[in-house]
Nanobody, 124 residues
Framework: VQLQASGGGLVQAGGSLRLSCAAS????????MAWFRQAPGKEREFVAA????????YYSDSVKGRFTISRDNAENAVYLQMSSLKADDTAVYYC??????????????????WGQGTQVTVSS
């Protein structure tokens, strides 16, 4: 299984970025797909996720209304559109795939597969 994240960069506060994650080696529809992030000195935290099959989406309170997760089952890809970025959004963003139970979809240890991370830096 490989998850390849891309699209990070440096952006000013209030700006937008779109992250992409290309998945291979897994049954894409059979896995929940998620984005997590980790800022320096902080624990990895949940950002957004699609349930298995893509029927439901989940967001952390800190990004709800600003970020949108989407997926392309034909391309085995998941995206994170980030808008109204804040300095607090600065982190390494990771895509992940797994089969969590619904109640644990925001829990990082429920995901078996992880991408390498892409850095997002928001300047204030």
């Amino acid at each position: 299984v490989q998850l390849q994240a891309s699209g990070g960069g440096l952006v000013q506060a209030g700006g937008s970025l779109r992250l992409s994650c290309a998945a291979s080696g897994l049954t894409f529809r059979g896995h929940a797909m998620a984005w997590f992030r980790q800022a320096p000195g902080k624990e990895r935290e949940f950002v957004a996720a699609f349930s298995r099959g893509g029927g439901n989406t989940y967001y952390s309170d800190s990004v709800k209304g600003r970020f949108t997760i989407s997926r392309d089952n034909a391309e085995n890809a998941v995206y994170l559109q980030m808008s109204s970025l804040k300095a607090d959004d600065t982190a390494v963003y990771y895509c992940a795939a797994g089969r969590p139970i619904t109640s644990a979809i925001m829990t990082s240890n429920q995901y078996a597969y992880w991408g390498q991370g892409t850095q997002v830096t928001v300047s204030s």
